[in-house]
């Protein structure tokens, strides 16, 4: 098969990697010049993706593009490109709306029936203040579109919301031009994830449900990342899916989206209540999907552009996720001056199962070494996985540890406050299929 990747970091480059490594063409045109040296020596670079094309539509039905992210422009151009007859796996111009246009997901999650966090969106700073000293309380601040980051985004902690007020005002100080941004009430309980696949008609099942840990330190400490690390599953997630993401089936299909969803909820005793998705290959969800995943990577999506199957093939059990980062991330190397081309080693040689569960991230080769390369600093994911989350995150700490990169960082507890609790409280609220 031939594959072209559309993206701006090279965000897949694990993906293609074993795309490659099953025996496929891949090329991949990556937007952003520092991100150049990203997958160097193992994946192949276009400049122009346009001009690959033709090299696609040769193909026929073996030719796929992938859209790595969400971007302004992206979701249009999926559906050009279908229009002209492209197998494009990524998304749609709905489900970039659904993942950039937050009130605009909570409007057509509250139609369907959801129950919804109040939620406001606001363009204007002076209108947002005078809600919030009017009415005082925890709010949770996103802002809209993908010009702002992770980073950005702020879950209020203080009960009259001087704390919100005061971050809105910072950012929106430093940051250029218009901003549209919503404020969320609080609703406190587990956080949890549900994802699948979609192939413009259909979910494909199995869904994952999944646990992500988005702050920098442990304890849920620092800044709000992409994400540290993240459990996921393929196990016992059908009714969770069919009372969340699978209602949103029928809207998917009528805008033709193809390719993976993800809703983030909150779950407590009142209920599911949702609040964001991503409506794109989710980084590094895919990576932790890939281990769990016994349907490859090229056999999937062949079964998503031709809709030949309802499912695809799994494994049991847990994986755990733990994504090594160097310096600047979370930040980019345009805020902060860090350098490139760090080695990045191993300890003794690694196995069939280690280099299943190692996921290259920004690291190229330079002249036949590994090192570090990319803007951000997101180096590597490792993975483990076993029956219980316990032995899973045994597994990935002990692949973690015998990674060296100068300044590597990453977190030790991932997966903790599932097993000290949060999972059998998620039990007990019967959430989960029935064994």
């Known amino acids: 098969m031939r594959f072209l990747g559309i993206g701006d970091n090279c965000d897949l480059g694990s993906l293609y990697r074993s795309l490659v490594e099953e025996g496929h063409e891949v090329r991949v045109s990556a937007t952003e010049p520092l991100a150049e040296g990203t997958l160097k020596g193992f994946v192949a670079r276009t400049p122009d993706w346009r001009g690959e094309l033709a090299w696609i539509r040769a193909a026929g039905e073996d030719g796929v593009i992938l859209v790595e992210n969400v971007a302004a ?29 937050r009130a605009f997901a909570q409007g057509i999650l509250a ?128 009714s969770f899916f069919a009372r969340t993401l699978g209602r ?23 209920g599911i209540w949702p609040l964001e998705f991503a409506a794109r290959f989710t980084y590094p969800g895919f990576m932790l999907l890939d281990p769990i995943q016994e349907t490859s990577w090229s056999e999937l999506f062949r079964i998503m552009t031709r809709q030949s199957a309802p499912r695809f093939a799994t494994r049991p059990g847990f994986c755990v996720g733990i994504v090594l980062t160097t310096p600047p991330f979370p930040y980019t190397r345009k805020d902060i001056a860090e350098p490139v081309g760090l080695p990045v080693l191993f300890d003794g040689p690694l196995d069939a199962r280690d280099r ?8 190229g080769l330079d002249d036949g070494a590994l090192v570090t390369s990319g803007l951000y600093g997101w180096t590597m994911v490792v993975t483990g996985v076993d029956a219980t989350i316990v032995a899973a995150k045994e597994r990935a700490y002990r692949l ?12 030790r507890d991932i997966g903790d406050k599932l097993i000290a609790g949060d999972l059998a409280t998620i039990e007990a609220m019967g959430h989960f299929d029935d064994v």
């Open 400 to 411: 973690a540890d015998r990674v060296f990169v100068p300044n590597l960082r990453f977190r």
């Open 248 to 270: 949103l089936a029928p809207l998917l299909a009528r805008h033709g989206h193809v390719g993976y969803l993800n809703l983030n909820t909150i779950v407590n005793a009142k």
């Open 111 to 238: 139609e369907l029936g959801f129950p919804v966090a109040r939620t406001l969106e606001f363009t204007d700073a002076a209108a947002a203040d005078r809600f919030l000293a009017k009415n005082p309380g925890r709010y949770v601040l996103k802002f809209n579109g993908p010009g702002f980051a992770s980073s950005d985004n702020y879950v209020g902690m203080l009960a009259d919301g001087r704390d919100v007020r005061a971050v809105m005002a910072a950012k929106l100080r430093r940051h250029e031009g218009p901003a549209s941004f919503v404020l969320m009430e609080h609703v406190a309980g587990v956080e949890m994830g549900v994802g699948a696949y979609f192939d413009g008609a259909r979910f494909l099942d199995p869904p994952c449900l999944d646990w992500e840990h988005k702050r920098f330190f442990p304890g849920d400490q620092g800044e709000l990342t992409g994400e540290m690390g993240t459990v996921v599953t393929y196990e016992r997630g059908r």
């Open 73 to 101: 422009e992206r979701g249009g151009l999926q559906e050009a490109l279908r229009r002209d007859g492209f197998q494009v796996i990524g998304g749609s111009a709905f489900g970039d709306r659904l993942e950039n246009d």
């Open 356 to 363: 299943t569960n190692l996921h290259y991230g920004e690291v």
